[in-house]
Nanobody
Framework: QVQLVESGGGLVQAGDSLRLSCAAS????????MGWFRQAPGKERELVAS????????YYADSVKDRFTISRDNAKKTVYLQMNSLKPEDTAVYYC??????????WGQGTQVTVSS
């Protein structure tokens, strides 16, 4: 059974940094594109960042560009999201997800990130 398990969330102050991790199991990890999504209360889930199977291409939402960095370690079956200069508007539940084609079909349970002002 495929599992994606996020960790690294927490409560921080504006300007601080956090690094989220997402460990995959029962998945041919290196064959999957990986993404980080977030959902704030009352808002739709949004794609924050994504990375191709070999890490060669990344995507970032405009709201996090130049502050967040997505990376992956295929040997460890783990994808990371380094978040710097955090803002209160970054507060959300962060989810990692995996896709082979156009649809993200595997999701983690989420990790809460709260940024206080």
């Amino acid at each position: 059974q495929v599992q994606l398990v996020e960790s690294g969330g927490g409560l921080v102050q504006a300007g601080d940094s956090l690094r989220l991790s997402c460990a995959a199991s029962a998945l041919t990890f290196s064959a999957y594109y990986m993404g980080w999504f977030r959902q704030a209360p009352g808002k739709e889930r949004e794609l924050v960042a994504s990375i191709t199977w070999n890490g060669g291409t990344t995507y970032y939402a405009d709201s996090v560009k130049d502050r967040f960095t997505i990376s992956r370690d295929n040997a460890k079956k783990t994808v990371y999201l380094q978040m710097n200069s955090l803002k209160p508007e970054d507060t959300a539940v962060y989810y990692c997800a995996a896709r082979r084609a156009t649809i993200y079909n595997y999701w983690g349970q989420g990790t809460q990130v709260t940024v206080s002002s």
